[in-house]
């Protein structure tokens, strides 16, 4: 039997988050727990809410006065008005309200449901918010996990969103930091030797995907290591690099 | 070291596929060469383009002639006219037709760019088409790979789509064969026992992403094995299900 060319590995043991807690420190008890002998070029995918638990980006529901027209719609689409709230205060833009679904743009950038705002795997009454810069807390975790091993680690912040078209939601990364989370096989020549021209594959979005597979959603995995990705040859790791620019959106 | 939780094994050595081959013959060997031992509840997943291949779906671009509308978009979008002709026949109908962008609804149902239609990795001078019917290509291979190694395999047919919001292209499962291409976890406990309410999970294009960085875009790898997913209970394979209905949706 030959070796796998990908192999993707659960982070166990991580105790529940809370705020203020040292992440990466952590992250790194948790790693060692596992066994896992980190090499270069693996890629840590973390899910967004450890990070947002971590920075205490977590609201009691109680604490939120909801505005009128969060009431109204939250009347009208059988949610949580203060939930609604915070939705909105989270949006620097609302792209739909209708049918029950409200889709915004989030101040980052990202075009997703209730501007990720969100209730589960976080205690009763609280919600937990989008970290307020995933790139930053990608490369932050990036820099002490790489000082911590001595490797050259990737990063993907990822979270769970919908999509216009298909069914069910996928893991997409929200933050990346190490690498370049596009990988453009423009100008390459396909196996007829032909040049491509439309290829550029969003790679950061296809590690979270598949890291969704081994966390799971209700087996406290947030966590895992992707083994065997073949880094493009670019570092500069941002996730707004995965958000496609208004001017190019035919649906925004 | 602890054992990967998933792991992605190329199939290596796939000859080029043309019309009239006996994909699922094709396969099986080269599954044997690759030293490859199938397990109950791997997943194949295959590009849809050496199916294409293998059922006929090929077009020599100078046996087509394209339509008026074709002709006229073609010059503004820079794009070849037979090109955009093969797009508009093989559309239900189109979703948007602006800024050199052709995006349009499949008789299948898929949204995505130009119906499908692709000229990279094929000989010069042609097209391809999607497969006529990817779930009934993927339940084929199935049975007879199922036959062949004594197995129980899932398979889903890929093909990269662009997606509004997000900058590049990702693998997504357009055929599905053997079991639910939904990870459904309404009604689950989550790690605080409340139960989860908006959670069910595209496992299939998640498969279909991961199988995607292993495929390349350049390294003729069309073919390979996911082992390790969790396979939902229910059986019912089709990637129909990945479709989100128009009335649900709010950006067609």
Known sequence: MPQPEISIF???GLPEI???????????????????????FDILVIAHKVISKAEGRIVQLNDVEPSKVA??????????ARLVELSLREASRIVRMERGVLITETRH??????????????APGCAVLLPEDPD??????????????KVRLGVVVSDTFGRPWRGG???VAIGVAGFDPLTDYRGFPDSFGKKMRASVVASADELAGAAEMVMGKTRAVPAVIIRGFSWPTGLS??????LRPATEDLFR
């Not at 809370?18 to 270069?40: F, H, M, N, T, Y």
């Not at 009431?71 to 949580?80: H, M, N, P, Q």
């Not at 930053?136 to 091993?149: T, W």
């Open 109 to 122: 950038g990202f075009v997703c449901a209730n501007s990720g705002v969100d209730t589960s795997n976080v």
């Open 169 to 171: 939601i996928v893991n």
């Open 237 to 242: 790791g941002t996730g707004k690099k995965l």
């Open 136 to 149: 930053r807390s990608a490369e932050e975790l990036r820099k002490s996990l790489n000082e911590e091993f």
């Open 10 to 12: 659960p982070i166990l």
């Open 71 to 80: 009431t109204i719609w939250a009347e009208k689409s059988g949610k949580d």
């Open 18 to 40: 809370v705020p203020g807690c040292q992440l990466s420190s952590v992250l790194a008890e948790a790693v060692r727990r596992s066994d896992l002998v980190l090499k270069d």
